[in-house]
């Protein structure tokens, strides 16, 4: 498993979200390394990582702050047209900005064949677009005010370069109502890449902004990292200059960066996420839509940046239409069984944030009522008593409690979780993940049952990432880190591929999380849940002094599908999910179960590690350096 002599010169960087455990200095070399240390004389001092060279002089400036994965150069070989490219960078929190000192120098991979997966017309170069963003929270790292702040290198808005990107094909978005599955109203993104019949059902951006969906008035975007241009771009014609509201957590310079994206756009206004507890993030994707006919919600794991709608899988919860309710109506009006609207009004609310004050006005006055799913969040915070269940998956835990029944056998029905990003989860797995999460993932009823039934963990393998659409650069939106791993290889034991042959998925890598429980022979679903939330006690929150109180760090949101609220004892699992073209009572699970668990050839992906064995569908290799 050691790769110590293809590490060459690195430095420490963490990934964690939580930063329960102080990380190892890059000068301690007494601490052991997953895949092995690399040599003293090849640790390098973030200070002196500073030096990195510019990456094309033609290219824009970006943005907004970067919180780098390994930064790469696309070194083309003799005659090729590839450009000098970098992975994407984040816009995070001025504590990510800080966390700087553990900065990757830039490093080089060859590009020297194309995708054997796509075919198209390459998209011309779009100077419009220079903000551009890692695709999901690279968990915080520690600073030190001591070490100077990193130079802001140029870099093009595509982890691959401005000429990756490919055309979409004539066919590929809807020019009626796409296919609606009424029954759950999830969706995945459409791939570009896939096979016609692997899209049809799955819903892109545009649509979504559409004039299919409603006569768009003004709308809401709740998300953690943006890129302002390309965002825009994706509302129709007649719809760009209505105005946006933009939800974000960035403070200070990384804020004054996303401003400055917005400059050229008078119809765009900010709302600052209050983030009052150290590294946490506002991590929520939700977008808010107000039309001439009535109001929707869409809850999200896609970040508001090319790369999460291109070739990667995401998941969606699309809302009904919510229509106005009549005038003078009582304020429980429009309630939904599932208390949807108490829940979505308390959640915004605890923004605390005259900017949405609006908002929160609007969703009063509209009838919600048809809506069956739950609502759970994250917001920053400690919370005691009755509080502590308002929140995370102590949230969770109540909902199951409540609105599911104890199924017969239930020690032998796995729980099934699936993510792009990994928190520290302490020394061994009674610290948190079975001693806490799991007894939250195990509650059906009211049952004092507390069985231990199988926990299947799912996030990519190295070689899932290696063959993936996009190469190893999709692992750039994978931010698990060594150092993180090697403090708890004891959670390898959990892990299970990225697998997902009934959606043509395979190779488009997971942003989207999910939770679930299945039957023993993975037919039938007892609940299910689509979320922001990765594997992490900053997104789900953990128990503290004596598990009397819960302290949440990030800003989270998911939708729960539990059956009694559709009139079903548990969700038969839908075989064959596209093409969607009707309504089923099956649920369109994203990936293939059972879950395939790890070869011993198989390692998880870290992002700051190198991969040099073998190239990946774009004949590159991965060097952190």
Not at 121 to 133: M, N, P, T
Not at 195 to 215: C, D, M, Q, V, W
Not at 416 to 429: E, R, Y
Not at 500 to 505: F, L, N, S, V
Request: aromatic share 10%; with cysteine.
């Amino acid at each position: 498993m050691s790769q110590a002599s293809q590490h060459g010169k690195w430095t420490l960087s963490s990934s964690d979200d939580d930063n329960d455990d102080p990380l190892p200095s890059a000068s301690n070399n007494n601490s052991p390394l997953l895949f092995g240390s690399p040599p003293p004389d090849q640790h390098t001092s973030s200070e002196s990582n500073h030096n990195s060279p510019k990456i094309g002089s033609n290219f824009h400036q970006p943005k907004h702050d970067p919180d780098p994965p390994p930064s790469i150069e696309v070194k083309p070989e003799p005659k090729s047209d590839t450009v000098t490219a970098a992975p994407p960078l984040s816009i995070g929190s001025e504590a990510r900005h800080a966390a700087q000192t553990s900065q990757l120098k830039p490093v080089k991979y060859e590009s020297n064949q194309s995708s054997p997966f796509l075919a198209g017309k390459r998209k011309k170069d779009d100077d419009s677009i220079s903000g551009w963003a890692l695709s999901d929270n690279p968990p915080p790292k520690r600073s030190n005010p001591k070490l100077k702040k990193a130079k802001v290198e140029e870099r093009p808005p595509s982890p691959h370069g401005r000429t990756y990107y490919i055309d979409e094909p004539d066919d590929f978005f809807e020019t009626s109502v796409p296919p609606v599955n009424d029954t759950y109203r999830f969706y995945l993104n459409k791939v570009t890449g896939l096979e016609k019949r692997y899209n049809t059902g799955a819903l892109h951006i545009k649509e979504i902004l559409s004039p299919l969906f409603g006569t768009l008035k003004e709308s809401v975007q709740f998300n953690y990292c943006f890129d302002i241009a390309w965002m825009l771009q994706q509302y129709p014609p007649e719809f760009r200059d209505k105005p946006v509201l933009i939800v974000h957590g960035d403070k200070r310079e990384a804020k004054a960066r996303l401003l400055q994206q917005a400059q050229p756009y008078s119809q765009v206004r900010f709302c600052q996420a209050k983030l009052d507890i150290a590294f946490g993030t506002h991590h929520t994707k939700m977008m808010l839509l107000w039309y001439e006919e009535g109001f929707r919600v869409v809850i999200l794991t896609s970040n508001m940046i090319r790369a999460d709608w291109y070739q990667k899988t995401q998941g969606l919860w699309m809302s009904p239409l919510y229509l106005r309710l009549p005038k003078g109506s009582p304020e429980t009006a429009g309630e939904s069984p599932t208390l949807f609207k108490q829940d979505l009004l308390e959640y915004l609310g605890a923004y605390r944030a005259p900017e949405i004050a609006d908002w929160i006005q609007r969703i009063r006055e509209h009838d919600l009522s048809e809506t069956r799913v739950y609502l759970i969040g994250s917001t920053p915070g400690r919370y005691l008593g009755s509080d502590m269940e308002r929140w995370g998956h102590l949230r969770l835990r109540k909902l199951l409690r409540d609105h599911t029944r104890p199924i017969p056998n239930e020690e032998k029905w796995p729980v099934i979780g699936q993510f792009s990003s990994i928190g520290s989860m302490g020394l061994d797995k009674t610290k948190w993940l079975a001693g806490e999460f799991q007894r939250t993932l195990t509650t059906l009823g009211k049952s004092s049952l507390r069985p231990d039934p199988p926990m299947h963990l799912i996030y990519p393998s190295v070689d899932d990432v290696r063959t993936s659409l996009e190469g190893y650069p999709a692992g750039g939106s994978l931010p698990y880190s060594i150092q993180t791993a090697q403090k708890q290889i004891w959670l390898h034991s959990y892990f299970h591929r990225w697998q997902a042959e009934t959606t043509g998925r395979s190779h488009a890598m997971p942003h989207i999380k999910t939770y679930m429980r299945a039957s023993p022979d993975f037919t039938q679903l007892a609940w299910f849940l689509v979320t922001s939330a990765n594997l992490s006690k900053a997104a789900w929150g953990a128990l503290e002094k004596n598990n009397t109180q819960v302290m949440v760090r990030s800003y989270e949101l998911g939708v729960l599908y539990v059956p009694s609220a559709f009139s079903m004892s548990t969700f038969p699992v839908q075989m064959d999910v596209f093409p969607a073209t009707t309504p089923s009572t099956a649920f369109p699970v994203p990936f293939d179960l059972p879950p395939k668990r790890y070869s011993s050839k198989d390692h998880p992906w870290m992002w700051n590690i190198p991969y040099t064995q073998a190239p990946d569908t774009h004949g590159n290799i991965w060097v952190p350096s």
